[in-house]
C-alpha cells in the first residue's frame, strides 16, 4: 500500500473520493511484511484477486484507525495481530464498506476463551445464573469481544472464523435484535430469505434429530441468529462446502455480501 497512487486502481476507493480518507491511507499504510503475513494467515484474504486484496488493505487500515483493539487479560497484540484482526474484520464488508460498522468502536481482545458471569429471571420469577465459556460475543451497540486463541485456531478448524462469525452479528443487529434477518439490499426478495433460511434450518434439525452428522457446525441450530452467523463463516472459509449443500443460503449469502468466495 505504499504507493498512494495504487488506490485509485481500488473500486470502493473510486466510490469513496474522500480527500481524508486518502490522506489517512497515505499517512498510516499497513507495512508491507504486516499485510503478507496477514495474508499468509487468513485463507479468505488470500484467495481473493489482487483488485479485492488491495480493497481489503484500505479497509483494513481504516478499521484500525476507527476502531479501538484493546487487549485484556496482559494479552501481548502485536502489530502483527493487529493487522490479522482487522483483515479478518473487513472481510465481510469488503464490498459493503466500513460504514456497516459504524455505531460501535471497540474490539476487546481475550487471550482465551473468556467466561461472562450473568443472571436472569424467568416467567416464574426465578433467578438463573450462568458462567459458560465463550470463543466471541457481540454486543448491540456495544463492542465485538473474541478470543485471541480461537482468533488463531479458526485457520485450523475447517469453515471457523471467529471474528467473522462475531461481525455477521453486528451486522445483523443494524436492523434490531440479531435473528438471521440482516438489512438486506433494494433489490434482494425477503420472502426467499425467509424460505431459503427457514427451510435449511427445518431440514437441518430434522438430521440433527436422526443422529446424522451435519454440514454445519452444530451451533449453528442454536437460533436463527447463530445459523446466520455460522452460516456467513462457512461462506467466507470453506464456499464450496457451503455451496454443495446449502446452495440457497449460499447464493442469498451472495446477494447479502456481494461476494462470490466460491
Known amino acids: 500500500m505504499g504507493n498512494?497512487?495504487?488506490?485509485?486502481?481500488?473500486?470502493?476507493?473510486?466510490?469513496?473520493?474522500?480527500?481524508?480518507?486518502?490522506?489517512?491511507?497515505?499517512?498510516r499504510p499497513i507495512a508491507e511484511p504486516l499485510w503478507q503475513e496477514a495474508l499468509r494467515r487468513c485463507a479468505p484474504a488470500r484467495r481473493l484477486g489482487a483488485t479485492d486484496q488491495a480493497t481489503l488493505r484500505v479497509l483494513a487500515t481504516l478499521f484500525l484507525e476507527s476502531k479501538s483493539l484493546e487487549p485484556v487479560q496482559g494479552l501481548d497484540l502485536d502489530d502483527a495481530g493487529r493487522v490479522l484482526l482487522a483483515t479478518h474484520a473487513c472481510l465481510p464488508i469488503l464490498k459493503l464498506g466500513l460504514d456497516w460498522y459504524d455505531g460501535?468502536?471497540?474490539?476487546?481482545?481475550?487471550?482465551?476463551?473468556?467466561?461472562?458471569?450473568?443472571?436472569?429471571?424467568?416467567?416464574?420469577?426465578?433467578?438463573?445464573?450462568?458462567?459458560?465459556?465463550?470463543?466471541?460475543?457481540?454486543?448491540?451497540?456495544?463492542?465485538?469481544?473474541?478470543?485471541?486463541?480461537?482468533?488463531?485456531?479458526?485457520?485450523?478448524?475447517?469453515?471457523?472464523?471467529?471474528?467473522?462469525?462475531?461481525?455477521?452479528?453486528?451486522?445483523?443487529?443494524?436492523?434490531?435484535?440479531?435473528?438471521?434477518?440482516?438489512?438486506?439490499?433494494?433489490?434482494?426478495?425477503?420472502?426467499?430469505?425467509?424460505?431459503?433460511?427457514?427451510?435449511?434450518?427445518?431440514?437441518?434439525?430434522?438430521?440433527?434429530?436422526?443422529g446424522d452428522e451435519l454440514p454445519i457446525d452444530p451451533y449453528a441450530l442454536e437460533s436463527p441468529a447463530e445459523f446466520f452467523a455460522v452460516a456467513s463463516e462457512q461462506f467466507f472459509e470453506t464456499p464450496a462446502a457451503l455451496r454443495q449443500h446449502l446452495p440457497e443460503v449460499y447464493r442469498l449469502l451472495e446477494q447479502f455480501y456481494r461476494q462470490h468466495p466460491y
Do not use: C
Open 4 to 27: 498512494v497512487d495504487s488506490l485509485a486502481r481500488v473500486p470502493m476507493f473510486n466510490r469513496i473520493r474522500n480527500w481524508y480518507v486518502r490522506q489517512l491511507v497515505a499517512r
Open 104 to 210: 460501535w468502536h471497540s474490539l476487546i481482545v481475550y487471550p482465551d476463551a473468556f467466561v461472562p458471569h450473568r443472571e436472569h429471571t424467568d416467567a416464574a420469577g426465578v433467578v438463573h445464573r450462568t458462567a459458560d465459556a465463550m470463543a466471541g460475543e457481540a454486543w448491540g451497540r456495544g463492542p465485538v469481544i473474541v478470543s485471541w486463541a480461537d482468533v488463531l485456531d479458526g485457520g485450523r478448524r475447517s469453515g471457523h472464523n471467529v471474528v467473522v462469525h462475531e461481525m455477521a452479528h453486528k451486522l445483523d443487529m443494524l436492523n434490531g435484535d440479531a435473528n438471521g434477518f440482516p438489512p438486506l439490499h433494494r433489490r434482494m426478495d425477503r420472502r426467499a430469505w425467509t424460505r431459503a433460511f427457514s427451510g435449511a434450518w427445518d431440514r437441518l434439525h430434522e438430521q440433527q434429530r436422526h
